[in-house]
């Protein structure tokens, strides 16, 4: 399906679980897996992730899939992949990724981590590159996400859906990543709309309110994980400091840099926190 205006997801009248359960059939029918019982979102850096989870059962283009959008950025591969642990856990590994900021509207966000849930998975991993506000963090360096500020004032939950996101990036999960590598920090995720970077205000404000991390992604569907019943974790690379706390002028080129330099250790530990599950 491509992302022309037939796509179904824009027409409110289509009930998006629907559509979730419709793309999670192809995604059996393609892999051949019925069942999943992890996902992963890869985010900027985190993409060698897959070939480290374990054997790979099956992949193809996301746009294979009903639903999914074709990618909008180089650097964000639009892959889908079955992927079975030495544990015997089969993990669907999402390399597409729809951003809010491609002005497609939320459901085209959150239809992946809906389709997840609909594959049977009840832990959702979302990955992502982010602008840290914390100076004694190093591009480089990956984060776990303890909570998030969605200030793209915006939901995936339509009508009246009342949801809490109390520990909605899931302690237990951090505690068991934090076994794994004991020197991971944690801090509060600032989703912006984008795509342009923040202005330092921006970012002085996103410090104020109690932000550490700024990105563009991860706490819609973070909130559509919840409201799938799925347990979540949530990661980010610190790819630069943000705009103001770093001297230099932002771009995103350098973003991808420091994505596929920090890529091979960070895509190690999400493989071992994977494992441990
Ligand atoms: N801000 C928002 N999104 C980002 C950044 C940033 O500084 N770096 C990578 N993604």
Do not use: C
């Not at 491609?102 to 959150?110: L, P, Q, W």
């Not at 799925?230 to 080129?253: C, D, R, V, W, Y």
């Amino acid at each position: 399906m491509s992302n022309s205006t037939s796509h179904p997801l824009d027409d409110p009248a289509v009930d998006p679980f629907e559509v979730a359960q419709a793309a999670a059939n192809d995604i059996a029918r393609l892999s051949g897996v019925e069942h999943h019982d992890i996902a992963v979102t890869l985010g900027s850096g985190w993409g060698r992730a897959a070939e480290l989870i374990g054997e790979e059962t099956a992949s193809f283009p996301a746009t294979e899939v009903v639903g999914f959008s074709k990618p909008a950025l180089e650097g964000h591969a639009g892959t889908l992949r079955s992927v079975r642990t030495p544990g015997g856990k089969n993990v669907l590994v999402i390399g597409a990724r729809t951003h809010y900021y491609e002005g497609h509207g939320v459901r085209r966000v959150v239809h992946s981590v809906r389709t997840a849930a609909a594959t049977g998975a009840r832990t959702m991993i979302l990955t992502n590159g982010a602008g840290g506000i914390r100076e004694t963090w190093k591009p480089g360096q990956p984060v776990l996400i303890s909570d998030h500020i969605n200030l793209t004032a915006d939901s995936p939950l339509e009508g009246a859906t009342f949801i809490d996101l109390t520990d909605l990036y899931s302690k237990r999960l951090r505690d068991i990543a934090r076994e794994i590598d004991p020197t991971l920090d944690e801090g509060v995720y600032t989703q912006f709309r984008g795509p342009h970077y923040e202005t330092p205000a921006e970012v002085q404000m996103a410090k104020a309110i109690g932000g550490h991390i700024v990105g563009m992604s991860t706490s819609l569907e973070a909130i559509a994980a919840r409201q799938a019943g799925m347990e979540i974790l949530g990661f980010s690379l610190i790819t630069n400091l943000a705009a103001g706390i770093q001297k230099t002028p932002l771009s995103h080129e350098e973003v991808l840099e420091a994505g596929r330099e920090a890529e091979p250790v960070i895509s190690a530990l999400l493989a071992r926190v994977v494992h441990a599950l």
